[in-house]
């Protein structure tokens, strides 16, 4: 498949070979914008390399695998998406993924994989509906609902102060410090401007995108989940 992939990449305009052996190296599996940015390159292959048989299997499978994980991933970097619209692209992936498992099995992609991202859409929805119950007036944004937190709170506190070597006391002190910066940013989510030098080019580079570029409606009480998740079925159906 390392090879396939590789093959189909060199058809693509401005990567070089240099980029193609680093998103097809297998070797760091916790980097995630490069994850992202190798599926979104799978995602674009079929407009990028249009002029081969639409019988090749190879072909057939990288489209397959793109327009599956592009629902997935565009629910989460689309700054036009509302809401609602994030909701049904990540429903349209729950699904698709649901039937292409129950055919393919691990062949498809790893249970683990299919179990996390499964359970992602469902917290996705979850956290959606329990923000409205919180305050309806508030901004939802999925990309707070993830390991980021437990990795911003690691790093707060090992850069609290410049002591490497912290004992008990130094450790209370941090903790409690990060605890009263998330309150307040839990109390003003406008504060919580991430990802500083993010900005949205539409390139398959991103893989985070700042609360700031996003435009789409995300206020909670806009936010239809089971508007989202019965038309996720009935598109995921036509696919």
Known sequence: MQITLQQWLRKFPGLA????????????HQNV????????HVQMVPKFVPHCSDMNPAKATLDLIGQL???LINAFITPSYSLTKQLESLGIY????IELYIRHGPSLMSPQLYYNSQSLV???YFYAECQKELDPNENVYFYHNGSNQGKRKFCSVRTATHDTNLDILGLADS???DSDMDRIIEENLDLNQEHHRTSWTNSPNIDHVNPKFFIGNLRAAKGDSLYAWDSSWQKAELL
């Not at 070979?17 to 760091?28: A, G, M």
């Not at 729950?94 to 993924?97: D, L, T």
């Open 122 to 124: 469902k917290s996705c």
């Open 33 to 40: 914008p490069k994850v992202v940015k190798l599926l979104r």
């Open 69 to 71: 994980w592009s629902y």
């Open 94 to 97: 729950s699904h698709f993924a």
């Open 17 to 28: 070979p240099k980029d193609i052996k680093s998103l097809t190296d297998p070797v760091d």
């Open 175 to 177: 903790l409690s410090e």
